[in-house]
């Protein structure tokens, strides 16, 4: 384990006979040891050198969806199996999208400011309401089709972007974009909900920002890297952003986007409800017995 996981996940693995680890317990040049000796890894965020897999690694258990912090040509390369665990979290970084959505359109950081002042008025206290507004959703895995069914139970306009979908309008509904920068200018509001790739890496930069209408709020509960930060910074169009991902995390205290008013920022937690972090902990235990018994479901299987 390269980071701590739910209790009830590792008793799962003992009590399956597994000899379990846990590397955030011991120092760090004796976690090197045991994560070089490991024959299966089970991963959170930490970064896995290409290295590992030229040892006895035969298997890489991830405790969420996405896989950026893992060398997949090495794995692949070496026959190292990779699974995840998809929706395990949807529901809770659906809802941490919402709260930042809801959060910025209701001015509430300047309105909490004010409040200690007992202040009741004033510009920076315009909220904007959802209903009717228009939300771009980019990617539609389980965790962007909540945002999307969440967003329009509050009566907002949907329209997606994913390679997963076609046409004009999804099974729900929602209107297909054609292109990302035909549907920029159309979105009030810009939520994030794709994997970090080489192919998506900076997709929203100072050109795309520069795109989106005066007051869209912009959202990453998904990856640092998607955006460009700094052109997101410069940007003074924009009508809240809210950043569960950055690039660096934790984002330096210098940064332009901290100390903001139309800026909030979460420590990368939007998948950290209680119920999210057991689920997590207990599929990726799950696809370690299962990649043992020789059952992995192949919806889960990355590598």
Do not use: F, S, Y
């Given at each position: 384990m390269t980071e701590p996981v739910h209790p009830d996940a590792l008793e799962m693995l003992r009590a399956a006979g597994l000899e379990v680890t846990e590397a955030a317990e011991l120092a760090p040049e004796a976690a090197a040891e045991?994560?070089?000796?490991?024959?299966?890894?089970?991963?959170?965020?930490?970064?896995?050198?290409?290295?590992?897999?030229a040892g006895p690694v035969?298997?890489?258990?991830?405790?969420?969806?996405?896989?950026?912090?893992?060398?997949?040509?090495?794995a692949r390369a070496a026959g190292v199996v990779l699974a995840n665990t998809p929706g395990a979290n949807a529901a809770a970084v659906a809802e941490h999208t919402l709260m930042l959505m809801l959060a910025l359109a209701k001015r509430l950081p300047a309105a909490r400011a004010m409040a200690a002042t007992g202040r009741r008025e004033g510009p920076e206290l315009e909220a904007a309401d959802l209903a009717g507004r228009r939300i771009l959703i980019i990617g539609l895995g389980a965790i962007g089709r909540r945002v999307a069914a969440l967003a329009a139970a509050f009566g907002m306009e949907v329209t997606v972007l994913a390679r997963s979908v076609s046409g004009a309008r999804t099974p729900e509904g929602y209107r297909i974009a054609e292109s990302l920068a035909g549907a920029l200018p159309?979105?009030?509001v810009l939520s994030?909900?794709?994997?970090l790739s080489p192919e998506t890496k900076g997709m929203i930069g100072a050109a795309e920002i520069a795109l989106l209408p005066e007051g869209a709020i912009v959202l990453n509960t998904a990856r640092g890297g998607l955006i460009d930060e700094a052109a997101l910074a410069a940007a003074r169009h924009l009508g809240g952003i809210g950043l569960d991902a950055t690039e660096v995390e934790p984002l330096p205290a210098d940064h332009p986007?901290?100390?903001?008013d139309d800026v909030i920022l979460t420590p990368h937690t939007g998948a950290m409800s209680a119920g999210a972090f057991r689920q997590m902990g207990m599929e990726a235990a799950r696809n370690i017995l299962d990649h043992l018994d020789g059952r992995l479901d192949p919806a889960r299987r990355v590598v």
């Open positions: 045991a994560l070089a000796a490991a024959e299966i890894v089970l991963v959170r965020t930490r970064p896995l050198p290409e290295a590992l897999m035969r298997m890489i258990a991830k405790h969420g969806t996405g896989v950026d912090n893992i060398p997949l040509a090495a159309m979105a009030d994030l909900h794709c994997p986007l901290q100390g903001r």
